[in-house]
């Protein structure tokens, strides 16, 4: 059974920093891309960032140059860190694995972040 587990969430003041980790189990983690996407009230699931098995990373432009997205193959864990937080950060984040081959993807349950002004 494949599990996705995030952890990390929580409520922190703008100019703050969070790290996010998600914890995998049931799947071939060092083969899979992982990604980080988040969801705030009323908006689509957008991505924010993604790692390939390689270790190619790659940001969305919200957060580029403020956040890293990391993997410890040996933990079966993925990272985020995003550094001068802004309330435009508020959401759902989510971690989310894709078989490259087959294209296949697995998400987890989520953890909220909550950026106060």
């Known amino acids: 059974q494949v599990q996705l587990v995030e952890s990390g969430g929580g409520l922190v003041q703008a100019g703050g920093s969070l790290r996010l980790s998600c914890a995998a189990s049931?799947?071939?983690?060092?083969?899979?891309?992982m990604d980080w996407y988040r969801q705030a009230p009323g908006n689509q699931r957008e991505l924010v960032a993604s790692?390939?098995?390689?270790?190619?990373?790659n940001y969305a432009d919200s957060v580029k140059g403020r956040s890293t997205i990391s993997r410890d193959n040996a933990k079966n864990t993925l990272y985020l860190q995003i550094n001068s937080l802004k309330s435009d950060d508020t959401a759902v984040y989510y971690c989310?694995?894709?078989?490259?081959?087959?294209?296949?993807?697995?998400w987890g349950q989520g953890t909220q972040v909550t950026v106060s002004s």
């Open positions: 790692i390939t098995r390689a270790g190619i990373t």
């Open positions: 049931g799947i071939t983690f060092s083969t899979m891309t």
């Open positions: 989310h694995a894709v078989n490259g081959l087959t294209k296949y993807g697995y």
